[in-house]
Nanobody, 123 residues
Framework: QVQLVESGGGLVQAGGSLRLSCTASGRTFSSYNMGWFRQAPGKAREFVALMSWSGDSTEHADSVKGRFTISRDNAKNTVYLQMNSLKPEDTAVYYC????????????????WGQGTQVTVSS
């Protein structure tokens, strides 16, 4: 089992940057595929980015390609989401998720979730 804690959210102006962190408990973090998802008020949870357990494979949603980058540091049990050129439409609660078997963009297939961190981008 793994517990996930996100941090790094906040209020930023359009065009600004934030780096989200998700730190996991447990000794097997390096065996988990990790994903970032977001949910805006009144909208469904949507895929943002994911990275395989080895770090060899990543995917980013079309809406964030070229602006957001997922990375991980297995020695620190942490996955990051670097967000640049933020837009008001990026405003949402951002969640990290982990799963040892599933590697994909469907949020409902991830077993473990953090509590989320709010990102608000002002225009």
């Amino acid at each position: 089992q793994v517990q996930l804690v996100e941090s790094g959210g906040g209020l930023v102006q359009a065009g600004g940057s934030l780096r989200l962190s998700c730190t996991a408990s447990g000794r097997t973090f390096s065996s988990y595929n990790m994903g970032w998802f977001r949910q805006a008020p009144g909208k469904a949870r949507e895929f943002v980015a994911l990275m395989s357990w080895s770090g060899d494979s990543t995917e980013h949603a079309d809406s964030v390609k070229g602006r957001f980058t997922i990375s991980r540091d297995n020695a620190k049990n942490t996955v990051y989401l670097q967000m640049n050129s933020l837009k008001p439409e990026d405003t949402a609660v951002y969640y990290c998720a982990a799963d040892q078997r599933y590697y994909g963009t469907y949020y409902y297939n991830y077993r473990y979730w953090g509590q989320g961190t709010q990102v608000t981008v002002s225009s």
